[in-house]
């Protein structure tokens, strides 16, 4: 099973649905479960997709050096994948990853499943609980 917030859910879908009809690749982070308190009931390191990483970031050097220097390392085991022509299933082009969540129009709720790395169909669970607040502030 898949777990993700409602909001990263949400967020994916628009970007899918701005982007339309060119295809989306979005590398996916996660928070454990036992971060959100009493808001998920999820044993406590069950990974919830909470955050992506900018497509844009590091294209200019991965076109040149082939290094994906936009995703920090250890990070990013999940993709999104929007197919705006379909199939709603990962495809051979896709970067695979431990999972890969892809998305057909109409853009709902309905329209995006998760996949393994070898494509079998996973249960997604949306989550509508707020990940933890993160700050740049020095404790």
Same mark, same amino acid.
């Given at each position: ?6 909001? +990263? ?11 339309? @009809?060119?295809? $989306? ?7 454990? =479960?036992? *971060?959100? %308190?009493?808001? $998920? *009931?999820?044993? @406590?390191?069950?990974?919830? +997709?909470?955050?992506?990483? +900018? ?5 200019? $050097?991965?076109?040149?050096? %082939?290094?994906? +220097?936009?995703? @920090? =390392?250890? /990070? ?9 022509? %379909?199939?709603?299933?990962?495809? /051979?082009?896709?970067?695979? &990853?431990?999972?890969?969540?892809? &998305? ?5 709720? &309905?329209?995006?499943? &998760? ?5 079998? /169909? ?6 509508? =609980? ?6 740049? =502030?020095?404790?």
């Amino acid at each position: 099973m898949v777990f993700i917030t409602r909001g +990263l859910h949400d967020a994916l879908l628009d970007m899918a649905s701005e982007a339309e @009809p060119e295809r $989306v690749t979005v590398v996916l982070a996660t928070t454990p =479960a036992e *971060e959100f %308190g009493d808001d $998920v *009931e999820l044993d @406590p390191e069950t990974p919830v +997709l909470t955050h992506f990483y +900018l497509p844009e970031a590091g294209r200019s $050097v991965r076109a040149v050096f %082939g290094m994906d +220097l936009g995703t @920090p =390392a250890g /990070r990013g085991r999940a993709k999104f994948v929007s197919h705006p022509q %379909g199939p709603a299933e990962p495809t /051979r082009e896709d970067d695979f &990853a431990a999972a890969v969540l892809v &998305a057909v129009p109409p853009w709902d709720d &309905a329209s995006m499943d &998760a996949f393994d790395r070898s494509g079998t /169909r996973l249960s997604l669970e949306i989550l509508d =609980a707020e990940p933890p607040r993160e700050s740049l =502030a020095n404790d």
